[in-house]
């Protein structure tokens, strides 16, 4: 294993960079995956959310797209990124952007949501890196402004989401469209045994790299579980923010919901009691997600109530507290949600809620992570009637599937790649007074409590 970036065989440019950047140590993945890929491996890497995953396939193709300078053919790309995504198809192509800063490459997005034009002008004289969501690149394929006859990486970061039921269909068809002599990057923090399959029959003699098979949920992330009744979730998510609030540093919080509809609810009640916060989903414009998640990184709303949309690879520094107001019904879900916090080392906490029609989710996750979330019994809220119900195998009714981002289906999934269906992007509930203050999360003294069924979302 290499144990600095300085001994690893990339390109003087790259190191700088790195150097700048103050990466010294390549964390795990990236010591492991870096050479296996600079070899011309295809490969099929497994690490813990906030591990660099993005680095260890982006600086081996801007290595060799460094040393191996081409003419690309117009509308082609030499390297194809799948993200599911666009808010991921958009840092995806910051970081390469970051990392590439000191040599010369061209890349361009394509997702959608967004008015097609600039995308296709962009791929008309051919990029080096194309970093897409599946539907709107298969819509410009149609429509003949997009060619992959050329790629020659193809990577698929969040591969098992890429390669489940709700992009399977799409991404077969653009596996169908690029070359069989390509490398293969395919990189998740989460990976079940049948995706695994899948992905082998699609890589050629791929190398594995798994760091710590055996605990999937990133290390430094402290995990707590509140039995909570429904009705007193609210209460307890305002406690929790309330401590966020005066903590001196990663002060964001994520709190994620299961349904579009739910997390406007919940910003709406966080909003009237005096939080800032602002939601975003599927049914919000492109904009509207940009705009929210732009202001949430800097700083300026921090709390930011979200679907799945934002559960994977969303990588924002400062998230101290991710809150699962309400338990994901995909297991896999809750690694990669709790994994917006305790990025590159740093600390960060964890809390889920769990009310009786949440009791399944929790055992399927359990299961997933191959352990028991801590509980939280002193919490003011907790419900010992629900970790009897827990304990002794009650089964609750089946919660209807919401239209929230939870869902494995692409559009469910937040609009990564259609843009075909543009939700009704004036959902006014989330847009309230959230921005218009300043400063850290505030409660507005006697403000929250209006009848406790209310905010049940
Ligand atoms: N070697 C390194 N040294 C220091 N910081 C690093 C290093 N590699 C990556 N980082 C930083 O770590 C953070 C997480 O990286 P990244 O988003 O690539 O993680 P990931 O493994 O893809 O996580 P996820 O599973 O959530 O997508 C980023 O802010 C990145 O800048
Ligand atoms: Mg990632």
Avoid at 11 to 17: S, Y
Avoid at 408 to 421: A, D, L
Wanted: proline fraction near 4%; charge should be positive.
């Amino acid at each position: 294993m290499t144990a600095t970036f300085e001994a690893m065989a990339l390109a003087a440019p790259l190191k700088q960079v790195l150097n700048e950047l103050e990466y010294i140590t390549p964390s795990p993945v990236q010591a492991q995956a870096i050479p296996l890929l600079l070899e011309g491996r295809d490969l099929l890497g497994c690490a813990q959310t906030g591990t660099g995953k993005t680095a260890s396939f982006a600086l081996p193709v801007l290595h060799e797209l460094h040393t191996n300078p081409k003419r690309i053919g117009t509308k082609q790309c030499r390297c194809l990124v799948l993200a599911p995504t666009r808010e991921l198809a958009i840092q995806v192509g910051k970081s390469f952007n970051t990392y590439g800063q000191k040599i010369r490459f061209s890349q361009t997005l394509i997702y959608g949501g967004v008015g097609q034009n600039p995308q296709v002008s962009a791929m008309r004289r051919g990029v080096d890196v194309l970093v897409a969501c599946p539907g709107r690149l298969l819509d410009l394929i149609d429509q003949g402004y997009v060619d992959l006859s050329g790629v020659e990486f193809l990577v698929l970061d969040e591969v098992d989401r890429m390669l489940d039921m709700g992009f399977l269909r799409d991404v077969k068809k653009i596996l169908a469209l690029v070359p069989k002599k390509k490398q293969s990057l395919f990189f998740s923090a989460t990976l079940a045994p049948s995706i695994v399959s899948l992905a082998q029959t699609i890589l050629h003699n791929p190398a594995r790299v798994t760091i710590t098979p055996e605990v999937t949920t990133a290390e430094r992330i402290e995990q707590k579980l509140c039995f909570v009744d429904r009705g007193n979730k609210m209460y307890l998510l305002q406690e929790l923010l309330e401590k966020q609030s005066q903590a001196k540093e990663a002060k964001l919080t994520i709190v994620f919901g299961r349904t579009k509809h739910g997390s406007n609810k919940i910003a709406k009640a966080l909003t009237e009691a005096g939080y800032e916060a602002e939601a975003i989903h599927g049914n919000k414009s492109q904009a509207q997600r940009e705009r929210a998640l732009a202001k949430f990184k800097r700083g300026e709303i921090p709390v930011l109530v979200a679907t799945d949309v934002a559960a994977r690879g969303v990588d924002v520094k400062d998230v101290g507290l991710v809150v699962n107001y309400d338990l994901p019904n995909e297991p896999e879900a809750y690694v990669h949600r709790i994994g917006r916090t305790g990025r590159a080392g740093a600390a960060g906490l964890a809390v889920s809620f769990c009310a009786e029609d949440e009791i399944d989710f929790l055992r399927d996750i359990e299961k997933v992570i191959k352990q028991p979330i801590p509980r939280d019994t002193a919490q003011q809220w907790h419900s010992e009637a629900l970790v009897e119900k827990h304990r002794s195998g009650f089964k609750p009714p089946k919660i209807k599937q919401g239209s929230g981002g939870g869902g494995r289906g692409r559009q469910g999934g937040g609009g990564g790649g259609g843009g075909r269906r543009q939700g009704g992007g004036g959902n006014s509930s989330s847009q309230g007074g959230g921005s218009r203050t300043s400063g850290a999360a505030r409660r507005r003294s006697g403000s929250g409590g209006g009848g406790r069924s209310r905010y049940s979302a």
